[in-house]
């Protein structure tokens, strides 16, 4: 079965992935102005370090008594510096650093300004007549932590957006939608013969339209359906009186006439009018069958009336009826007339149908399984397939209208019974089996 995407659940996670995007996306735009700001905030410690430290190392280097060599910076207490420095002469030579510098991250020769090589970046001032030079280093790897740093505090808050924009887009989806679960839920549940009007209240707008051309289809559907059963309905019961009494008229004519080949030729007639008079009696339990109601509320036993019908069609076939029931009751909220007219139905295609020297098998197990088998010929596969449809025989020798099997399938499609055929029956070579299970759930 393919599986079907859900509108809500397609709708959540476009939701829920635009927000965690948009996020990401602010996040990425805020590290960008943040990491710009930060350069600019660590640039200005940079010079404003160089040209607080400056002075006061010309002053310190103006005041020795004598060429010591370059000086270290004294440190009040042992830590670790993110800025160090250097006082170097323009040839290089130095005169001052600060207490914790590697002098392997300056270049040879001092530089004025900013600038920064893979490690570290750099700013330097020059004095006393470019003369004397400063260079104050930072290293990009305190800078790349704490950029990350700021970065990381700005996607922690994710964690907890996502499960809150789940639970929050869930709850309002449903929501949203809870008109058009209500509609998705009045359409399963309606069986094949339920044609009345689709009504949900506050139904979104966009599923308006769509509802309201459903309901005009169902609409002209109940109506050409109406009139056909009513047409059928009509027709066969218009037809059963006046069938009657040419049935009894010709019945006297034949007992008054003397001539033999007058008489096989009314024989005839009274044959073709007492098939019509089954046509039209099966076309009236086909309307009954498409227009009435196949399910009750209350639990019915239906093995009576397997065993009533049995009885009546042992004395039309002596010999043939083989019934095989359960001891306990089979109930089932199918109507008992619509299983009545299903049955008959089917014990009469059996009769009719199968091999007169083979017995017609009703068998009902205890979980409502109800199998109907006669012996016969195979049923080609390309006729088993349309011997649903009305005025469809497998055998156009038999007797048979060709509806019976077309009233089964119109009663157990109202009622929600998978109906199925089998040819050869199943555990044999030959024959025809009908299989149904009559246990409905209201």
């Known amino acids: ?30 590290s960008f102005i943040v990491r710009y700001e930060m350069n600019q905030v660590f640039d200005s410690a940079l010079e404003e370090t160089a040209q607080r430290i400056l002075p006061l190392a010309i002053a310190d280097i103006l005041s020795r008594d004598s060429d010591t060599g370059p000086q270290r910076a004294p440190a009040l207490q042992a830590h670790h510096e993110y800025l160090t420095y250097v006082v170097r002469q323009r040839n290089g030579e130095l005169l001052l650093q600060s207490h914790d510098v590697d002098l392997r991250v300056f270049a040879t020769l001092p530089r004025a300004g900013f600038y920064e090589t893979s490690s570290h970046r750099f700013h330097g001032i020059a004095a006393v007549q470019g003369t004397i030079y400063i260079e104050v280093a930072e290293p990009l790897a305190h800078r790349q932590a704490a ?42 549940v309606r069986d094949a013969g339920d044609l009345s009007k689709v009504e949900v209240q506050a139904l979104p707008e966009e599923f308006a339209p769509l509802i309201d051309t459903v309901n005009r289809l169902l609409a002209r559907l109940r109506r050409a359906l109406d009139a056909e059963r009513s047409f059928t309905a009509n027709s066969a019961h218009e037809l059963r009186t006046p069938l009657a009494i040419a049935l009894a008229k010709l019945q006297r004519l034949q007992l008054q006439l003397q001539d033999e080949p007058l008489k096989t030729q009314v024989q ?126 497998s055998n156009s020798k038999s007797l048979g209208a060709g509806i019976g099997l077309a009233i089964v399938d119109a009663i157990t499609s109202s009622a929600g019974i998978e109906l199925h055929l089998y040819s050869p029956a199943r555990g044999r070579c030959d024959g025809f089996e009908v299989s149904l299970n009559i246990i409905v759930v209201v």
């Open 1 to 30: 079965m393919q599986h079907k995407p859900s509108l809500q659940k397609r709708l959540g996670l476009w939701l829920i992935a635009s927000v965690i995007l948009l996020w990401l996306v602010a996040v990425a735009s805020a």
């Open 268 to 393: 005839e007639i009274e044959h073709s009018l007492r098939r019509l008079s089954r046509l039209s009696e099966k076309l009236l339990e086909l309307a009954k069958a498409e227009g009435g109601s196949t399910q009750n509320e209350q639990l019915n036993d239906l093995v009576p009336i397997i065993q009533m019908l049995a009885r009546d069609y042992a004395y039309k076939a002596p010999g043939r009826m083989l019934l095989q029931l359960p001891e306990q009751a089979v109930k089932s909220h199918l109507d008992p007339d619509a299983f009545a007219i299903l049955l008959r139905n089917l014990i009469e295609n059996a009769l009719c149908h199968g091999d007169p020297q083979q017995p017609v098998i009703i068998r009902l197990s205890a979980d409502g399984l109800l199998r109907v088998i006669n012996g016969g010929t195979v049923v080609p596969a390309e006729q088993l397939a349309v011997l649903r449809q009305r005025f469809v025989r």
């Open 147 to 188: 950029f990350l740093r700021i970065t990381l505090s700005l996607l922690k808050p994710l964690l907890l957006l996502i499960p809150f924009s789940f639970i929050g887009v869930w709850w309002l989806t449903r929501r949203a939608l809870r008109q058009v679960v209500q509609l998705q839920r009045l359409v399963e």
